[in-house]
T-cell receptor, first 113, second 109 residues
Framework: ETGVTQSPTHLIKTRGQQVTLRCSSQ?????VSWYQQALGQGPQFIFQ???????GRGNFPPRFSGLQFPNYSSELNVNALELDDSALYLC????????????FGPGTRLTVL | RKEVEQDPGPFNVPEGATVAFNCTYS??????FFWYRQDCRKEPKLLMS???SGNEDGRFTAQLNRASQYISLLIRDSKLSDSATYLC??????????FGGGTRVLVKP
């Protein structure tokens, strides 16, 4: 086990709703990256947080936002959910911003109906 | 064109056989390369980094060809437990990892 935890494991929402996903990083890691993995595809980079600041963002709209807390845990918030937001959301922690290795959590599976 | 492209497979491999597959990347400024393994409905896990001179880790061999912008993974003496999706991962400058869509490998008795 990597020591990275995510909650909840599964979530069902309807279009237009808002969702918050949570991630606790591995001990000693100050960087958390979030990814979206649609079925049958590879993970797509959403954004990264380092010491409570956003430190890089992928091609995702502003309704995807995040936070990092002083203990380096993190939240991913998605507003105005769309059907295409249905995916596995993965967070990964690393000891610094240049990820020679990122340790992934088990993911949160979000279904939008 | 996708930044990182992989043959989705599946590659059906008899147990004990050798299988190899490639991944191409479009950004010539890419600096670091990795293979991750993802089991069904699980999170990705680092299998190995890929170095310029090529590198081996047990039954797994990774190669990098910068001129043609591809990396490869070879698995020798395939085990049933090698059945998984193998994700090619590329890092350019900065902190973003770009994943390919994955190559599915099924090892059969």
């Amino acid at each position: 086990e990597t020591g990275v935890t995510q909650s909840p494991t599964h979530l069902i929402k309807t279009r237009g709703q808002q969702v918050t996903l949570r991630c606790s990083s591995q001990s000693g890691h100050n960087t958390v990256s979030w990814y979206q993995q649609a079925l049958g595809q590879g993970p797509q980079f959403i954004f990264q947080y380092y010491r409570e600041e956003e430190n890089g963002r992928g091609n995702f709209p502003p309704r995807f936002s995040g936070l990092q807390f002083p203990n380096y845990s993190s939240e991913l918030n998605v507003n105005a959910l769309e059907l295409d937001d249905s995916a596995l959301y993965l967070c990964a922690s690393s000891p610094g911003t240049s990820p020679s290795e990122q340790f992934f959590g088990p993911g949160t599976r979000l279904t939008v109906l | 064109r996708k930044e990182v492209e992989q043959d989705p497979g599946p590659f059906n491999v008899p147990e004990g056989a050798t299988v190899a597959f490639n991944c191409t990347y479009s950004n010539s400024a890419s600096q670091s390369f990795f293979w991750y393994r993802q089991d069904c409905r699980k999170e990705p896990k680092l299998l190995m980094s890929v170095y310029s001179s090529g590198n081996e880790d047990g039954r797994f061999t990774a190669q990098l060809n910068r001129a043609s912008q591809y990396i490869s993974l070879l698995i020798r003496d395939s085990k049933l437990s090698d059945s998984a999706t193998y994700l090619c991962v590329v890092k350019a400058a900065g902190n973003k990892l770009t994943f390919g869509g994955g190559t599915r490998v099924l090892v059969k008795p």
